[in-house]
């Protein structure tokens, strides 16, 4: 079938084309887009800053309704709503352990552009192949997702926020929720209040944290953050010592858990050095080199630093759980939505690097 979708084929550059997309093969399902988040992650492919193998369709948070199912799909038929997540093998020891974010196959299938049997199901005019991102390439009008990625929801709800549960959401909260685990009373801090960041707040207000520290460089970013959970913020521009500031904050203590979620190696750093003896620091971006004293900051002050995909969550049982705290008001993602059309996917990328929108959504 023809479909319009978002392709990468040089680094910085994306055009709508027209191509053409193959047919869902054994487990796997059609979906015709509703919506489509746009994650950090994106732009990393779009900018290239990853290197993956191009041409490629972007897109890793759709949301949509199923057309058509493979052979052998019988967990979901036509018409079902699905919100579509990671990619994984669903063979190997962590996918048959229900760890799937630690699938052994989880670089080649978020980012080389095929899917679990190796091949691509899109197709360009010239008759080549083009790839799709974490198996989905959901800026698209439709888009073929395995059926163990494609999430059942109630279709009652309005799908359109819920595009974010599929990759940025799920980060920030399964940082918090399957890993951490904070108690009643602990205290958090997040490094870099996107999508991820603002998902890490949320959950740590659903586990009943006291202290909640966000630290961003914009101010409309860090006002949200109060409305959305956190007790304390941080503008990192103006602040000289973050460190020290969160420590002040926590009766000079530092925070118990921590999630940085920016993408620099110096917050990381900060981060470290924010946390009280025993904290678990947990990282998510691309943050790269992190200029740390392992004995000074880790072993010293018995300090935890991990850093994990997908908030360490399987997709079909943590992905249910989030809709359900969306409903009852207490994980309010749709707090960060902008709407557009895929025509305006230029200005979206634009008003997330500026800063001004948190969770650009295009809408089909
Ligand atoms: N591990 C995973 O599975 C996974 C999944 C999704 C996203 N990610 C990564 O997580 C990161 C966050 O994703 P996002 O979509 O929320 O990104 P985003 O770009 O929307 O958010 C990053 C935030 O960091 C803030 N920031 C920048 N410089 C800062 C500084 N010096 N001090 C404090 N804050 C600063 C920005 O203002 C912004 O609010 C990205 O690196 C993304 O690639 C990882
Ligand atoms: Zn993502
Ligand atoms: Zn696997």
Do not use: W
């Not at 101010?219 to 409305?227: D, G, I, Q, T, V």
């Not at 072993?299 to 049982?317: D, F, R």
């Amino acid at each position: 079938m023809k479909i319009k979708a978002a392709v990468v084929r040089e680094k910085g550059k994306f055009a709508l084309e027209e191509l053409e997309l193959g047919a869902p093969r054994m487990g796997e399902v059609l979906v015709k887009m509703v919506a489509s988040g746009l994650c950090h992650t994106d732009t990393t492919v779009l900018n290239q800053d990853l290197p993956t193998p191009l041409p490629m369709v972007l897109g890793h948070e759709g949301v949509g309704i199923v057309e058509e199912v493979g052979p052998g799909v019988l967990g979901l038929k036509p018409g079902d709503h699905v919100i579509m997540s990671f990619p994984s093998c669903g063979c190997c020891e962590p996918c048959q352990d229900g760890r799937p974010y630690a699938c052994d196959r989880s670089t080649e299938l978020f980012f080389f552009g095929g899917y679990a049997d190796g091949d691509r199901r899109i197709t360009d005019g010239e008759g080549a192949k083009v790839g799709a991102l974490f198996g989905q390439g959901s800026l698209a009008t439709y888009a073929i997702c395995a059926e163990r990625s494609a999430i059942k929801v109630d279709p009652e709800a309005d799908m359109k926020d819920l595009c974010s549960l599929a990759c940025g959401a799920q980060t920030g909260a399964g940082v918090v929720l399957n890993k951490q685990r904070p108690r009643p009373g602990d205290t958090y801090a997040v490094f870099g209040c996107g999508a991820v960041g603002f998902s890490a707040i949320m959950a740590a207000k659903l586990c009943g944290c006291s202290t909640i520290i966000a630290v961003d460089v914009v101010p409309s970013r860090l006002e949200l953050a109060l409305e959305c959970g956190a007790t304390h913020i941080i503008n990192g521009r103006e602040c000289e010592d973050v460190p020290a500031e969160i420590k002040r904050l926590t009766g000079g203590r530092g925070v118990h858990f921590a999630l940085e979620a920016a993408g620099l190696g110096i917050l990381v750093k900060q981060m470290v050095r924010s946390m009280r003896p025993d904290g678990f620091a947990m990282v998510v971006s691309f943050a790269g080199d992190v200029p740390l004293n392992a004995g000074m900051d880790l072993v010293g002050s018995c300090v935890t630093l991990g850093g994990t995909v997908e908030g360490a969550a399987n997709p079909p049982v943590f992905i249910p759980r989030l809709v359900q705290y969306y409903k009852e008001g207490r994980f309010p993602v749709d707090k960060l939505s902008r709407y557009y059309k895929l025509e305006e996917l230029d200005k979206a990328l634009e008003e997330s690097h500026n800063g001004s929108a948190i969770k650009p959504i295009i809408v089909f």
